[in-house]
């Protein structure tokens, strides 16, 4: 199952750096992303994109998983030659990941 | 207990127009902020300041104004943005005119004092590197991000200027103002940073950058609301967009946006405090609360931009059966002649739609050249089918980031009188 099934996923970036906040449709999914979705998981599936350290921080309060990715590859919005200099189809690649 | 409320009419330079037309004609604002400045759009108003000294400040501020203010003016709502980019005070005078040929009247203030280029160690490491800011390439620009201690001195206008200020920032600082909070209460500053974040990307909290056809569907795009805050005087605050409005608002959007270009929740750092979302709750009625922070740091963060050289952007189309291995060998062509340019060479799409993109930086004008012409070559020389060449080059300025302490930075308020009042 895709993890664009049971979430969504908002993209931002800092610099040289990647946020990507997934949100589970039903709250009641929370606890299964908290176990599946590790840091780990994320980072190996972004690793063409992704170069440096990824952290993972867990928002129960709004049901949220906070993935922030350290040195994207290509990075930096100004001097990237990639086509989407922010990073923000990170989200939907993200979204692709094969729970 | 006393609220005022704050609405956001544009979440960046080339944000739509009609959402803030629409929030000042009913939407009973006492405060409208246009957030219109990227964290590399002020190095490239100072390109444009450094070729005529008159410029750099937003571009788009004359369009955006001739619309907004006369209805800002009449329906009595203070405007505030940071549109003035490189240039705040030529903002103000090509704001004044504006308002002076309509004899519109009007207070103008222009808060000035992030310009620090001439106080940064340029052997001071970046941020993002660790090397040397001036090993970066020539430095253009270093601006300071003020914050709403910069701003309350100039709220006692009808339209305030600024160059580079914490996004936030522009939203705490009427909100202080208007419910009587001191910037040293932490628990209310924090309060009002996480509603200026909320706010600072407009139409980003209203179902912008969310629709995903069939499993989040958006009503009418085309005609997007954007978000305005009721914040009462304890720091709570529900959020709205006008009714007729397109787009939508909700619990799953304002957790989008608030997590947002967070990189630690516990310490999201701004000139006015140290947020901390992790406890924050948003209703199903988008009602926000529980934000804490810590003191505000004791240094600012300055963006510095250097010149980065050009980028060269070249693409070519192949279509239709066996497209993706005529694109793949049109870039191994590109590559071969190519061989001694650092670049980037790409086939997008997919197997029978595709294109090759073929992407480098350089300083030197004649090997970008290069790169644009061989791609275009490929029309005669390259696969079969190839079309729709489009080489584009753009300069490029980088961005090192570092730090100041807080008082090397003196921000200062110059007002602009309307002539009768002045007189």
């Not at chain 2, 409320?5 to 009973?28: K, N, V």
């Not at chain 2, 090993?135 to 003020?146: C, D, K, R, T």
């Not at chain 2, 696969?383 to 584009?392: I, K, L």
Request: net charge negative; glycine share 10%; proline share 5%.
């Amino acid at each position: 199952m895709l993890l664009h099934e049971m979430a969504h996923c908002r993209a931002g970036d800092k610099g040289n750096t990647a946020t990507l906040s997934i949100f589970p449709r039903d709250d009641g999914d929370y606890p299964l992303l908290v176990r599946e979705l590790t840091a780990e998981r994320v980072r190996a599936h972004l690793a063409d994109y992704i170069a440096g350290e990824v952290v993972r921080y867990e928002l129960p309060g709004l049901s949220a998983l906070h993935f922030v990715c350290h040195e994207i590859i290509d990075g930096g919005v100004t001097t990237s030659l990639a086509l989407d200099t922010h990073g923000k189809s990170l989200s939907s690649r993200l979204l692709a990941l094969d729970l | 207990m006393h609220t005022t409320r704050i609405g956001s009419g544009a979440g960046f330079s080339g944000d739509r127009i009609e959402p803030a037309e629409d929030l000042l004609r009913r939407g009973t604002l006492h405060d409208l902020v246009l957030e219109c400045l990227g964290e590399r759009t002020v190095a490239l108003a100072q390109q444009r300041r450094l070729t005529d000294p008159s410029l750099g400040y937003e571009k788009r501020l004359p369009a955006r104004f001739t619309r907004l203010l006369p209805l800002a003016l009449a329906a009595g709502v203070r405007v505030i943005t940071n549109m003035g980019a490189a240039n705040p005070l030529a903002a103000g005078e090509v704001t004044r005119s504006l308002l002076d040929a309509r004899g519109l009247g009007g207070r103008v203030a222009v808060v000035t004092g992030d310009d620090v280029l001439d106080r940064i160690d340029l052997d001071a490491p970046a941020w993002e590197t660790g090397r040397p800011l001036r090993s970066h390439g020539e430095i253009v620009s270093a601006n300071a991000y003020l914050g709403a201690d910069a701003l309350l001195p100039a709220l006692d206008a009808d339209v305030v200027i600024t160059g580079r200020v914490a996004d936030p920032s522009l939203f705490v600082a009427p909100l202080a103002q208007r419910l009587g909070w001191d910037l040293a209460d932490v628990p209310r500053i924090a309060a009002g940073t996480l509603v200026g974040h909320l706010l600072e990307c407009a139409g980003q909290l209203t179902g912008g950058y969310f629709a995903d056809p069939g499993y989040q569907d958006v009503p009418d795009l085309a005609n997007l609301g954007f978000p305005y805050a009721d914040v009462s005087s304890d720091g709570t605050a529900a959020f709205g967009k006008l009714p007729g409005t397109g787009g939508v608002l909700s619990r799953a959007t304002v957790r989008e946006q608030l997590l947002y270009e967070i990189t630690d929740p516990a310490a999201y750092r701004t000139p006015d405090v140290v947020l901390d979302v992790r406890n924050v709750t948003v209703t199903e009625d988008v009602r926000v609360a529980g934000a804490r922070g810590l003191t505000r740091p004791d240094s600012l963060k300055v963006s510095v931009g250097y010149r980065a050289g050009s980028k060269v952007e070249a693409e070519i189309s192949y279509v239709g059966p066996n497209a993706a291995r005529r694109g793949a060998l049109a870039a191994e062509i590109v590559m071969r002649r190519l061989a001694d340019v650092p670049l980037r060479a790409e086939v997008l799409g997919g197997a029978t739609d595709c294109r090759l993109r073929v992407a480098a930086i350089s300083h030197d004008a004649s090997l970008l050249e290069r790169v644009g012409d061989e791609v275009e070559s490929l029309y005669t020389n390259g696969p079969a089918g190839g079309g729709g060449v489009r080489v584009h080059v753009t300069e490029v300025i980088g961005i090192a980031s570092t730090s100041l302490r807080r008082e090397t930075v003196r921000p200062a308020v110059t007002f602009l009188e309307a002539p009768d009042a002045a007189a």
